[in-house]
């Protein structure tokens, strides 16, 4: 009688609950607001579906990572033509005056494995790098704008400007200019968007995923699905996370990018039997501004290779002109965090200042100033006054200077003799006044994440597909390690959205069929 007493309880309690619970049905569900998720839900609307989009910001704060972006994303083209039919209004003064170049698939593909080891997946890089311009154009399609990146991406050399880096445009008003661009292309599609939405769990039995509970402005709350689409980012806003996947450390990391980015969604998969993969120590870290808090912007500062960079002992340990600054600023973050007391100094002197990047420019930004080596030593916050000097003197002894200086090709202008080599874009540093910006690192957004196949399934520990249930943007892994070329990512959410959305809605139509 007892036991019945209780089970009798129990069954009130729980009808109690289930009563309180809102309950929404759709056809997908997209978790996360960030390019690739506002990407998947256009795509599956324009595919037929009805779209639920879950986001957990509240609506000021929408878009993800997506939002902290310049929007500068990275395509294969073939030149100027090209560059045309996703920038319209390029004028012909902007074209003479411009060498814009051409950046192969197979260059983006070569990139992709050069930058990350060739450890790369194979498909999923090929994906990338094959459906890089027909991305572009199909964003342009809903109206999404791009403008060329003078002065970050290409300087003015003999009166004209040359690209380099495999990156040449930007979207209109940066990550947030995009991100808008796509929310309001999916509001006027008919996708409705939550936001203050967190998804914990995953609606799922053995025939697949149906749904998601989330807490709405706090509610615990469902929503019955035929497909969900993960897109909610990495875990480079959990201190927990970084600490545990990426190492000691990576809790004294600033973190960059959305305060949201907590790795729920990827836990979420993780808790019904989905696969990871990529490299789970691994992320996107830079170095920017000593002292800001988290999440604040402007912490980047990413014109090291026209500098130098020192420790506290005053010493050089890393080569700053390796490459160019989109193949190695999201690695040298890492670095950075393994000096002593994680901190640097950029160092210039007056022959670059010029070209120093608009985030130099900004009033919270921890910089000194100097007329002299010596008085610069002095200011140089934690940093040995008499180790800094000396690698000054051996540095700028060191310098070819029969090679000249060009900020837009790999000039060559290198050291020679030293420990730790430059091997592009010496000056030496002589021409007061200098400049110098205390730098730590910045996690921007982790490798880890769900394994997709090439349909952007989310695959399961035995690599069977887990039916209903798509990833796209930085919830997935697989494509970068150790470091990533620099608009990869943006382009990445954008091509595996288009097709998790695409793909949603086939499942669902073929399930309809399947079931009629």
């Given at each position: 009688?007892e036991?019945?007493f209780?089970k009798?309880?129990?069954?009130k309690v729980?009808?109690?609950i289930?009563?309180?619970i809102?309950i929404y049905?759709?056809?997908v569900?997209?978790?996360?607001?960030?390019n690739a998720a506002?990407?998947?839900?256009i795509s599956?609307r324009?595919?037929?579906?009805?779209?639920?989009?879950?986001?957990?910001?509240?609506?000021?704060e929408?878009g993800?990572?997506?939002?902290?972006t310049?929007?500068?994303?990275?395509f294969?083209?073939?030149?100027?033509?090209?560059?045309?039919?996703?920038?319209?209004?390029?004028?012909?003064?902007?074209?003479e005056?411009s060498?814009?170049?051409v950046?192969s698939?197979?260059e983006?593909?070569?990139?992709?494995?050069?930058?990350?080891?060739?450890?790369?997946?194979p498909e999923l890089?090929?994906i990338l790098t094959?459906k890089?311009?027909?991305?572009?154009?199909?964003?342009t399609s809903?109206k999404?704008?791009?403008?060329p990146?003078?002065?970050?991406?290409?300087?003015?050399v003999?009166g004209?400007f040359k690209?380099w880096?495999?990156m040449?445009v930007e979207s209109?008003?940066g990550?947030p200019g995009?991100?808008?661009?796509?929310?309001?292309?999916a509001?006027?599609?008919g996708v409705?968007t939550l936001f203050e939405?967190?998804?914990t769990e995953l609606i799922?039995?053995?025939?697949?995923?149906?749904g998601v509970?989330?807490?709405?402005?706090?509610k615990?709350t469902k929503?019955y699905?035929k497909?969900?689409i993960?897109?909610s980012?990495?875990?480079?806003?959990n201190p927990?996370?970084?600490?545990r996947y990426?190492g000691?450390?990576?809790?004294?990391?600033?973190?960059r990018?959305?305060?949201?980015?907590?790795g729920e969604?990827?836990q979420m998969a993780?808790n019904?039997g989905a696969?990871?993969?990529g490299?789970?120590?691994?992320?996107?870290?830079?170095?920017g501004?000593?002292?800001?808090?988290d999440?604040?912007?402007?912490?980047?500062?990413l014109?090291?290779?026209?500098g130098?960079?020192v420790?506290?002992?005053?010493?050089?340990f890393?080569?700053?002109?390796?490459?160019?600054r989109?193949?190695?600023?999201a690695?040298y973050?890492r670095?950075?965090?393994e000096?002593?007391?994680q901190?640097?100094w950029?160092i210039?002197d007056?022959?670059v200042?010029r070209?120093?990047r608009?985030?130099?420019?900004g009033?919270?930004?921890t910089?000194?100033?100097?007329n002299?080596?010596?008085?610069?030593?002095?200011k140089?916050?934690?940093?040995?006054?008499?180790?800094?000097?000396?690698?000054?003197?051996?540095?700028n002894?060191?310098?070819?200077?029969?090679?000249?200086?060009?900020?837009?090709i790999?000039?060559?202008r290198?050291?020679?003799?030293?420990?730790?080599?430059k091997s592009?874009?010496?000056?030496?540093?002589e021409d007061g006044p200098f400049?110098a910006y205390?730098v730590?690192c910045?996690i921007?957004f982790?490798f880890?994440g769900?394994?997709?196949n090439s349909t952007?399934?989310?695959?399961d520990?035995l690599s069977?597909s887990?039916?209903?249930l798509y990833?796209?943007g930085?919830v997935?892994?697989?494509l970068?390690?150790?470091?990533y070329?620099?608009g990869a990512?943006?382009?990445?959410?954008s091509v595996?959205?288009?097709i998790?959305g695409?793909n949603?809605?086939?499942?669902?139509?073929?399930?309809?069929?399947i079931n009629?």
């Open positions: 009688m036991s019945a209780f009798d309880i129990f069954g729980r009808q109690i289930m009563s309180e809102k049905e759709t056809d569900v997209v978790v996360g607001a960030g506002m990407c998947a839900a599956a324009e595919n037929g579906a009805n779209v639920l989009v879950l986001e957990k910001a509240p609506e000021a929408k993800g990572n997506s939002t902290y310049h929007g500068s994303i990275r294969a083209y073939d030149g100027v033509e090209d560059l045309k039919e996703i920038m319209p209004d390029l004028s012909p003064e902007d074209i005056s060498d814009f170049g950046y698939e197979e983006f593909y070569e990139d992709m494995c050069r930058v990350t080891n060739y450890r790369t997946d890089a090929s094959g890089s311009f027909e991305t572009m154009k199909w964003l809903h999404v704008r791009w403008v990146i003078y002065g970050r991406q290409a300087f003015k003999d004209k690209f880096g495999g040449i209109v008003g990550g995009l991100v808008e661009a796509l929310h309001q292309e509001t006027s599609l409705q939405a967190m998804a799922h039995d053995d025939e697949g995923v149906h509970i989330f807490k709405h402005k706090g615990t929503v699905a497909a969900v993960l897109s980012g990495g875990f480079h806003a927990e996370m970084r600490t990426l000691p450390k990576w809790d004294l990391a600033h973190a990018g959305s305060r949201f980015n907590t969604g990827i993780l019904i696969l990871s993969s490299n789970w120590s691994g992320c996107h870290s830079v170095g501004d000593r002292y800001l808090p999440f604040t912007e402007g912490f980047q500062k014109s090291y290779p026209f130098i960079l420790n506290a002992e005053g010493k050089r890393v080569d700053e002109g390796a490459d160019f989109n193949y190695t600023y690695k973050g670095l950075i965090l000096q002593p007391g901190f640097a950029q210039f007056q022959k200042s070209l120093l608009e985030e130099y420019k009033r919270q930004v910089k000194v100033k100097a002299t080596l010596e008085e610069l030593a002095e140089l916050e934690g940093v040995d006054a008499e180790g800094f000097l000396q690698s000054v003197k051996e540095y002894a060191s310098i070819r200077k029969d090679i000249p200086f060009n900020p837009n790999k000039d060559g290198c050291t020679e003799g030293l420990a730790v080599r592009n874009w010496a000056n030496t540093l400049e205390a730590t910045g921007t982790t880890g769900l394994k997709i952007t399934e989310v695959q520990v069977h887990i039916p209903g990833a796209a930085e997935v892994g697989g970068f390690y150790f470091n070329p620099g990512g943006l382009m990445a959410g595996f959205g288009k998790a695409e949603a809605a086939k499942f669902i139509k073929t399930k309809e069929i009629s």
